[in-house]
């Protein structure tokens, strides 16, 4: 079985949330397996192209409406990441810095799909499957069945797996001519309310769709940003596989970012290292029980409660906790955090911007690690947490609720809260603040549970294996 993953994001090579982790690390896992698996991403400006070396395996031109590109595939020579990884290199359009964000958004990642596609009509030998990653990549699967040039590529089953159905990456019919021609009798199927929907095509012609967990899978059929009628008509060929993490790059006992590595015997001493450092660094008192949150300064991950929750929390706790920072979005949620943090200069501290370094310190730092989603696909966040000793204090959502099970259930490790709203997400402060004053010797145990959960890509890995078996023409 041989897979290509189509994706904008790959970590370490460009990350902005966890896309970057899925890709970066399941196709290590799926090798295991027994699959081949490829990846392919937009060669963006990035340190990882510049410091690398990489071969170049193909050369073409391509029309985008009526502008001409020369793109270039070039492959990484010494298989750094475990798997095969091609950069798409197409200059004067994807070569600048950062992923998402661009003007011109739209015309890169149809640059993107359409070099894709085009080198790989050119392959003698091809994958037994295309896995696309949401919308940037949603069109493959249409133009692999209705695009007149890529007749070749019928027979490759298609397969989507939706991150997040929040983003759809819409655009208006007057774009139509940026398309390679296709069969004009199919338009119905890219649209969705009058405009081209990427991920609405991708549904509606992968051979499968899949999302990053079984509770987000449900939650798409009444609460898919516009799509749920649609996910309910294809139910049949959709699934949810929990995602996992790359426990090589996640392990608190090697991790060359955290000041002192520890594992489930030594965490007391390591954790305890760990915090008193970050403590000294951000101004905080590491005898208070330490509460963070690392993310995208988004609605969706509840970030516009954060500075209510802090307050409300300091002030009912009188002062009993502390809180640490990490991530960039909304503006006014940035200039919202700065503000908050005059008021508790000692109790609260927040970093703005993407510290990759930083956010392991973090996880290893604090005690708790607090989750106030509106929407969770899966969040890898709370995964990362457990496996570093740190307690998760999460919204029932999403992959939450699959992750996380609260300690007054059996078995239960972590903090659930109903509502997305600040005085529930207090509660759940409350309530861990409790258990950090009140009850040491749980807590240890919990953190020793925690870390040996197995939340490794291998379960995830086995799954998309026999999804693909199920859909793959095997010659
Ligand atoms: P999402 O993909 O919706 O942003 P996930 O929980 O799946 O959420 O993954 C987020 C990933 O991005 C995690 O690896 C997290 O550590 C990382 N991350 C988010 N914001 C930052 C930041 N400001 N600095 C460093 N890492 C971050
Ligand atoms: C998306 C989701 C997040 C999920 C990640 C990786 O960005 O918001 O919940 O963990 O994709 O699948």
């Known amino acids: 079985m041989e897979v290509l993953h189509v994706s904008a994001e790959c970590y370490p090579v460009a990350k902005v949330g966890g896309l970057g982790d899925v890709v970066g690390a399941l196709p290590k896992y799926q090798f295991q397996a027994g699959c081949i698996a490829k990846v392919v991403i937009p060669a963006y400006k990035t340190r990882f192209f510049e410091t690398h070396e990489f071969d170049i395996v193909h050369q073409a031109g391509m029309w985008l409406g009526h502008q001409w590109y020369h793109f270039n595939v070039w492959k990484e020579k010494s298989n750094v990441l475990g798997f095969d990884l091609y950069l798409l290199d197409i200059p004067g359009l994807l070569d600048k810095e950062g992923v998402y964000g661009h003007y011109n958004d739209t015309e890169r990642f149809l640059g993107f799909q359409i ?45 989507i797996t939706i991150h997040n159905a929040q983003y759809q990456g819409q655009f208006g019919w007057d774009r139509q001519y940026l398309l390679p021609s ?100 951000f101004g905080l008192d590491p005898q208070l029980p330490l509460i963070s949150f690392i993310g995208r300064l988004v609605i969706e991950k509840g970030a516009d409660l954060l500075p209510e929750i802090i307050g409300r929390s300091l002030y009912e706790l009188s002062g009993r906790v502390n809180f640490m920072l990490l991530g960039s979005g909304d503006a006014h949620v940035e200039w919202s955090l700065q503000q908050t943090r005059h008021y508790a200069p000692a109790h609260f501290n927040v ?22 989603s509106r929407v969770e696909p899966c969040g890898l966040n709370q995964l990362y947490s457990l496996r570093y000793g740190t307690i998760p204090i999460v919204r029932s959502v999403g992959g939450l609720k699959d992750t996380v099970t609260d300690i007054g259930d059996e078995n239960g490790f972590g903090i659930r809260f109903i509502h997305a709203v600040g005085w529930d997400a207090c509660r759940a402060i409350g309530r861990a603040v409790a258990l950090y004053e009140d009850q040491e010797v749980t807590m240890q145990h919990i953190r020793q549970y925690i870390m040996q959960l197995d939340h490794s890509w291998d379960t995830a890995a086995k799954q998309y294996l026999s999804l693909y078996q199920s859909i793959a023409i095997v010659p």
């Open 351 to 372: 970093q703005i911007g993407y510290n990759e370094a930083l956010s392991h310190r973090i996880y290893a730092a604090s005690d708790f690690l607090l989750m106030p």
């Open 182 to 281: 296709f069969d004009l009798w199919k338009s119905g199927l890219l649209d969705w309310n009058g405009a081209i929907n990427p991920l609405a095509a991708a549904i509606k012609c992968a051979w499968r769709v899949t999302t990053v967990s079984p509770s987000y899978m449900e939650e798409l059929y009444t609460s898919a940003n516009g799509l749920e009628s649609l996910l309910s008509h294809e139910r049949g060929k959709a699934v949810g596989i929990l995602n996992g993490i790359d426990t090589e790059v996640w392990d608190p006992a090697t991790d060359p970012m955290l000041p002192a590595n520890y594992d489930e015997h030594t965490f007391n001493a390591g954790k305890a290292e760990n915090k008193a450092a970050l403590c000294r660094e």
């Open 115 to 159: 070099a894709v596609l085009d080198w790989l009509n050119e392959w003698q030998h091809h994958p037994n499957v295309i896995h696309c990653h949401d919308h940037h990549t949603g069109l493959i699967p249409f133009l692999m069945s209705y695009g007149y040039k890529y007749g070749r590529l019928r027979d490759i089953a298609s397969v």
